[in-house]
């Protein structure tokens, strides 16, 4: 069963930012890195950041570096997805996930995401 709630998502022009949660109860949270993807309509579910437990290590897709920045702060039990110069390519909805997968087909359960839409 998925403990994880998204939320923070919008719809911004492009160029805007937004900023994602992920919100976890404590033993979800504790000693699990923490990924964030993302599902445009019609396509396949696509890896955007990973975090480790400790938040030292992060790593991004592609598609992303260099304009998301991923953080968390474990006394919240929360994960951040700092999204900036957005664009409408980055329309989609945004899971995060337990653990460090940067495969979602290794995740069987999913929460219910946050909607980003980015207009032109």
């Known amino acids: 069963q998925v403990q994880v709630v998204e939320s923070g998502g919008g719809h911004v022009q492009a160029g805007a930012s937004l900023r994602l949660t992920c919100a976890a109860d404590e033993r979800t949270f504790s000693n699990s890195a923490i990924a964030w993807f993302r599902q445009a309509p019609g396509k396949e579910r696509e890896f955007v950041a990973v975090i480790s437990a400790a938040g030292r290590a992060t790593h991004y897709g592609n598609s992303v570096l260099g304009r998301f920045t991923i953080s968390r702060d474990n006394a919240k039990n929360t994960v951040y997805l700092q999204m900036n110069s957005l664009k409408p390519e980055d329309t989609g909805v945004y899971y995060c996930?337990?653990?460090?997968?940067?495969?979602?087909?290794?995740?069987?359960?999913w929460g219910q995401g946050t909607q980003v839409t980015v207009s032109s």
């Open positions: 996930n337990t653990g460090g997968y940067t495969n979602p087909n290794q995740y069987q359960n």
